[in-house]
C-alpha cells in the first residue's frame, strides 16, 4: 500500500489562492488530494494506517511542525513548505533558521515556553518571509512526552490569522475613533450648555437692567417730553429687548412689529387720531391695522356686540 499526497505548488505564502474565487478569509494553502495505492489491502486497512495520518497531516491547511528539543525540524507538514517554500534537505535545521533566517530563537516564542514548562502555549506572530512581513500566524506549541514524562519534542501547530487579525485591528481603530468622537461629544455638549448658560445669564442682565433703568428714565421723559413721543420710543424698545428677554404678552406673538406698536399705543390709551400722529400716518391707516388686530386676536363678535380693544389688551397685559 502507497500514499502520496499531491499538492499544487505555484502558489505559496498564507494569502496565497487556488481554485474559485473565495473571500480572504476562507483560502486554500494548496490544493490537496491523498492518491492511495490499495494493492494487497482492503479499504479498512488504509483507514487505520499510520501512513494515512501523515497523509492526513500533509493535507491540512493549517501548518503542523514536529521539533526536538533542541528546536530542530523533524517534520513539516505541506502547509509549511508552501508558507515557507521549503525545498531540500530542511530536515534537522533549527525552525528559526529555515521559518525565519535568524541565528537566535525568536522572541516570546511559545516553543520555549512548552519546552520550560512542559505544558501547552499558545501565541501570535508577524509572519515573514525574505525579510518581509506577510501576516501573522497563531502558534499553538504542544509538548511530546515520553512514558516517563520526559520531554521529547513539542507539536508546533501554525494558523494564519493574518485576515482575523486585520479584522480585529480594523474594530480596534474604529472603537478608538469612536471612543474620540464621544470624548468630542461629550466637550461640545459642555462647551453648547455653557454658552446657554452664559446666554441665559445675559438676558436675563438685559432683561433686569431694562427694568431697572430705562423705564424708570421714560417714565421720568414722560414727565418731561411729550408723551406720545415717549410711548413710541418705549414700544420700539421693547421690541429690540423682546428676543433677548422673550417677556411680551402672549396674545401678542400673533402680531406683527406694527401692529405690536400700534397694540402698545392702543393699551396706554391713545384713539386713533393720536396713534396716526405719532406714527406719521393717516388715520385710515390706523383703523385698518385696528381691525387686523381685532381679527388675530379673535375679537370678531356677532353684530351688536363690540368688546373695547384698549380694555381687552389692558386685561391680557
Sequence with gaps: MRYNTST?????????QTGTNRPSSSKWVFDPVILVDLGDETAEDVLQSKSLLVSTLDCIQDGVSILDTELNV???????????????????LKCFQIYHNRTQPCENCPVLHTLAK???????????????????QQLFAIPILDKQSDLVGVLEYVRDISYQYQLENDLRCIMEKYQSLEKRNAAIAQLLAEQRKERDELEETISQNFEKFVKPSLNYLRSKSDVDEVNLVESLI????YPISKKRTSILDKLTPREIQIATLIREGNTTAEIAKTLTVSNKTIDFHRANIRKKLGLQTSEGERINLETYLNAHN
Excluded at 238 to 241: D, K, L
Aim: glycine share 12%; hydrophobic share 30%; net charge negative.
Design 238 to 241: 421693547e421690541e429690540i429687548v
Design 118 to 136: 512542559k505544558s501547552p502555549h499558545i501565541g501570535v506572530v508577524k509572519y515573514s518571509l525574505d525579510g518581509l512581513d506577510i501576516g501573522w
Design 8 to 16: 499544487n505548488d505555484t502558489d505559496h505564502g498564507p494569502n496565497s
Design 74 to 92: 523533524k517534520y513539516v507538514n505541506n502547509s509549511m513548505k508552501n508558507w515557507y517554500s521549503l525545498s531540500g534537505d530542511f530536515i534537522g
